[in-house]
C-alpha cells in the first residue's frame, strides 16, 4: 500500500496546499470570532531592556526577507529573461541582501527570544503559542543561513529556477510540481516544510498583526466611526448605583 510512498509528495506536493487552507480559513474564523485579538501584545511595559534593539534588527530583518522570498519566488522566469536579468545575477542578490537581512533578523530574534523565556513577568504573560512561534522562526532563520552554503555551490542560478518554478506550479494548482525540487539539498527541504509549519500557524498566533498592519490604511479609510466590544465574561457586570446627591446648603 505504501510501497510508492515519498515523503517529498508530503512536502511539497501536499502541505503547501494544507498550510494555505488552514493559513485562509484560520485567519477567517479568527476575524470573525475574535477580530479584537489581533494584535502583538507588546511587553513594552514589563521589560523594555533588549526590546528596542532586538525589535528593530528582527522586524527590518525579517521583512526583508520576507519580500525578498516574496519577489524572488513569485516573479516569473520568462520576466527576467525579457528585461535581460541574468539568473546568476539575481542569485547574487539573494545571498548579499538576504544573507545581511537574515543575521540580522537572526540577532533580533535571538535577544527578543532570549528577553521572552529569562524575564519572568513576560514569562507567566507569554502563551505556549507564543514562545512556540518565536522558537520555529529562530529555526527558520538559522536553517534559512545554512541553505546559504549550498547556495554558493550553485551560483548559476539553476537551483533558484527551480524553486521559482515549484513556487510558481504550486499556485496554478500543478499537482505534479513536487518532482521538479525532489532531489534538492535536505536542508532545503527543512527549509520549506518549517515555512509550511508557520504558516499553517499563522492564524492561531501574535503573527497575525502583521495583516492588521498592513490593512490598517485601509481599515482607517472605511471606519465606521465606532466600534463594538464583546466581552468574555459569563455573567454581566452589576449595575451601578446612582450617586446620591448632596442636599444644597
Given amino acids: 500500500m505504501f510501497s510508492n510512498f515519498d ?19 484560520g485567519c477567517i474564523a ?27 534588527l528582527f522586524h527590518v530583518g525579517i521583512i526583508t526577507v520576507f519580500f525578498g522570498h516574496l519577489i524572488g519566488l513569485f516573479t516569473p522566469v520568462w520576466v527576467l529573461d525579457a528585461i535581460g536579468v541574468p539568473y546568476a545575477l539575481k542569485q547574487w542578490m539573494a545571498v548579499l541582501i ?5 543575521i540580522a533578523a537572526l540577532i533580533g530574534g535571538t535577544l527578543l527570544l532570549h528577553r521572552r523565556l529569562t524575564e519572568p513577568r513576560i514569562r507567566a504573560t507569554s502563551s505556549w503559542m ?13 536553517i534559512g543561513l545554512l541553505t546559504i552554503t549550498q547556495t554558493l555551490q550553485h551560483m548559476d542560478g539553476s537551483e533558484m529556477v527551480r524553486f521559482m518554478t515549484w513556487s510558481q506550479s504550486i499556485v496554478t494548482w500543478n499537482i505534479n510540481a513536487w518532482v521538479t525540487v525532489v532531489d534538492v539539498h535536505w536542508l532545503y527541504k527543512l527549509h520549506i516544510a518549517l515555512g509550511l509549519i508557520i504558516t499553517a500557524l499563522f492564524p492561531f498566533s501574535r503573527l497575525v498583526h502583521m495583516i492588521s498592519g498592513f ?14 466590544v464583546r466581552t468574555r465574561r459569563k455573567k454581566a457586570l452589576p449595575k451601578r448605583s446612582a450617586p446620591k446627591s448632596t442636599p444644597a446648603e
Fill in 130 to 142: 507564543d514562545i512556540t512561534i518565536m522558537v520555529l522562526i529562530w529555526w527558520q532563520l538559522a
Fill in 98 to 102: 538576504g544573507g545581511p537581512a537574515g
Fill in 215 to 228: 490593512a490598517a490604511p485601509v481599515k482607517y479609510l472605511t471606519r465606521p466611526g465606532y466600534q463594538v
Fill in 30 to 56: 479568527r476575524y470573525d470570532r475574535d477580530q479584537y485579538t489581533w494584535k502583538s501584545s507588546s511587553s513594552q511595559l514589563l521589560r523594555r531592556k533588549q526590546l528596542m534593539w532586538g525589535s528593530i
Fill in 7 to 25: 515523503i517529498n509528495f508530503i512536502i511539497f506536493g501536499i502541505m503547501p496546499y494544507a498550510a494555505l487552507t488552514v493559513l485562509v480559513v
